[in-house]
T-cell receptor
Framework: DAGITQSPRHKVTETGTPVTLRCHQT?????MYWYRQDPGHGLRLIHY???????DKGEVSDGYSVSRSKTEDFLLTLESATSSQTSVYFC????????????????FGPGTRLTVL | GQSLEQPSEVTAVEGAIVQINCTYQ??????LSWYQQHDGGAPTFLSY????GLEETGRFSSFLSRSDSYGYLLLQELQMKDSASYFC?????????FGKGTRLSVIA
């Protein structure tokens, strides 16, 4: 258990409203990630962070922003939610285990199911 | 770009052996990981191969051939609880990239 929590766990919102999802970890891990999971698409990376205030875009970053002002919290914001953003969102942390930087073992939070009407 | 290909569905009988294949195209490839996800749950890490060959962890084994850009997950003595989705994921000089997943159904 890597001590990862996500809030809220479920949310229903309307198109055009802002939404913020929170990922919280208790073990001071440096690397954090936000994924979305949709049927037929597997896990797709939205944004990731390699330290406080250090973030970068992933494969499907359009329409999303992130912030990391503290090591333990990684926030994902949908500035103006659209129906295409209805999905299950997972936060993850990774443990970098060797000098190559290979971060192959990720621990996932329980997920947030977001529905945009 | 980076991509991984794996079968979308596999069905196998309880007690049997099943192999889930994964081919990848990844720049700066480090290694191949496997994750399991039960319906309604979060993905959980199963195994990792950085070197060619077979890694065994209990009933699960994972294989990598870097020259063929190919790997597989082998599940032995299948149990009903092994019914889940299995994802291969490649680590490289970018964050982990996941395949679309293989849904394994174990039948009696």
């Amino acid at each position: 258990d890597a001590g990862i929590t996500q809030s809220p766990r479920h949310k229903v919102t309307e198109t055009g409203t802002p939404v913020t999802l929170r990922c919280h970890q208790t073990e001071n891990h440096r690397y954090m990630y936000w994924y979305r999971q949709d049927p037929g698409h597997g896990l797709r990376l939205i944004h990731y962070s390699y330290g406080v205030k250090d973030t970068d875009k992933g494969e499907v970053s359009d329409g999303y922003s992130v912030s990391r002002s503290k090591t333990e919290d990684f926030l994902l914001t949908l500035e103006s939610a659209t129906s295409s953003q209805t999905s299950v969102y997972f936060c993850a942390i990774s443990l970098v285990k060797d000098s190559s930087g290979g971060a192959w073992e990720q621990f996932f939070g329980p997920g947030t199911r977001l529905t945009v009407l | 770009g980076q991509s991984l290909e794996q079968p979308s569905e596999v069905t196998a009988v309880e007690g049997a052996i099943v192999q889930i294949n994964c081919t990848y195209q990844t720049s700066g490839f480090y290694g191949l990981s496997w994750y399991q996800q039960h319906d309604g749950g979060a993905p959980t890490f199963l195994s990792y191969n950085a070197l060619d060959g077979l890694e065994e962890t209990g009933r699960f084994s994972s294989f990598l051939s870097r020259s063929d850009s190919y790997g597989y997950l082998l599940l032995q003595e299948l149990q009903m609880k092994d019914s889940a989705s299995y994802f291969c994921a490649a680590s490289g000089n970018t964050p982990l990239v996941f395949g679309k997943g293989t849904r394994l159904s174990v039948i009696a």
